[in-house]
Every structure is written in C-alpha cells, then in structure tokens.
C-alpha cells in the first residue's frame, strides 16, 4: 500500500504540478479580488463627488446672505411693475444706444419670433467689445430692464483676448431659472 506523500513533498518532486498549483491559486484570488477591487473603487469615487458637492454647498451657504436676496427679489418685482413684457421695439433701440454708451460694438441684430407667432417676442444679438465693458453694459441693462432676459449666451475672444464677442437671445417675458420649469422652448 503507497504511502499517502504530504503535498509539500509531491510539489517538490514534480515542479509542473506545483507552478500548476501556484496558478490556480493566483487565479481563484484574482477571480475573487479583482470584483471587489472594482467596487470599493466605485465607492471612492461616489464618496469624492459627494464631498465636492458638500463642499459647494458648503461655500454657497457661506457667501448666501437672506437680505440681499430679499432686496434683490423686491427689485426685480418693481421692475416687472415699471416694465411689464416690453415688446422688442420698445428697448431696441436703447439696447444700441447702450452698446455704444458703453463702448460696445453691435455686429448683428435680428428678431427671434417664436413658432407659430408673428410678433417677435426678442432679439439675437452679437456684441463686440473688451470685457469689462461688456459686464457694465449687461449690469446696466438687468437693472434698467429686469423684464428683459439673455438667454444661451456665449463668449468667444478675438485678437488675443482683447475683445469679446457675445452672441445671444434678449427675450421678454416670463423666463425664470431653469429649475422652475418655466422658460419657454418655443424660441
């Protein structure tokens, strides 16, 4: 009757059975980690862009002042009262003079009819100027015209960042945040 060998001694008499061996192991350890390595990765990402946006939030209750708000708020409630939905006509021509009070420089204005409508509810506009002169004109505007909104905005720089150029839709009427559902697609 053959002895039964203890299994270090059979390795050590056939190498090709214990690299075999050494195989199937490192197989089944990675068959079992390389899921759960996955997983905990997913998590540490999760776990990172929830801290990012706790740390947002965070920043944003810092700087959110309740009065200011208020104020705010109360403005642009008299500014709706002072001028309820001008029509385009009615602020196109101060649109320009604004541009050029400000050293703003009115490449293209075009109205933007709604579908289905014959009256034009806005203007598509482009504006070329520097900067800072561009954030004076839209600063006066919101205040001299709280009813009248920009909308999908952007800016392009031109020769090496001195001028800008805005190239937007000016609309009038009931466009709120875009979180309360009210900004009409129809444009």
């Not at 990765?41 to 776990?47: A, D, E, H, S, Y």
């Not at 001008?86 to 009070?101: S, Y």
């Not at 015209?145 to 150029?165: C, D, Q, S």
Request: glycine content about 8%; proline content about 7%.
């Amino acid at each position: 009757m053959d002895e039964k060998k203890p299994l270090v001694s059979r390795l050590r008499e056939d190498p090709f059975q214990g690299a075999l061996l050494g195989l199937g192991v490192l197989c089944l350890w990675t068959w079992l980690v390389l899921p759960l390595g996955r997983e905990l990765l997913t998590v540490k990402r999760q776990n990172e862009v929830r801290k990012e946006k706790l740390e947002q939030l965070a920043l944003f209750a810092a700087r959110w002042d309740p009065e200011q708000e208020a104020r705010e708020k109360s403005l642009l409630e008299q500014g709706k009262r002072e001028n309820p939905s001008l029509p385009p006509e009615a602020w196109l021509g101060a649109l320009e003079a604004a541009a050029a009070r400000n050293g703003l420089q009115v490449i293209r204005l075009a109205p933007l009819t709604p579908k289905g409508k014959k009256d034009p509810a806005g203007l598509e506009a482009e504006l070329e100027g520097s900067y800072p002169r561009l954030v004076t004109f839209f600063r006066w505007w919101e205040a001299r015209y709280p009813g009248v909104w920009t909308r999908e905005g952007r800016l392009e720089a031109r020769e090496k960042g001195e001028k800008v150029l805005f190239h937007g839709k000016f609309i009038t009427g009931p466009v709120k945040s875009s979180k309360s559902g009210e900004i009409h697609t129809s444009y």
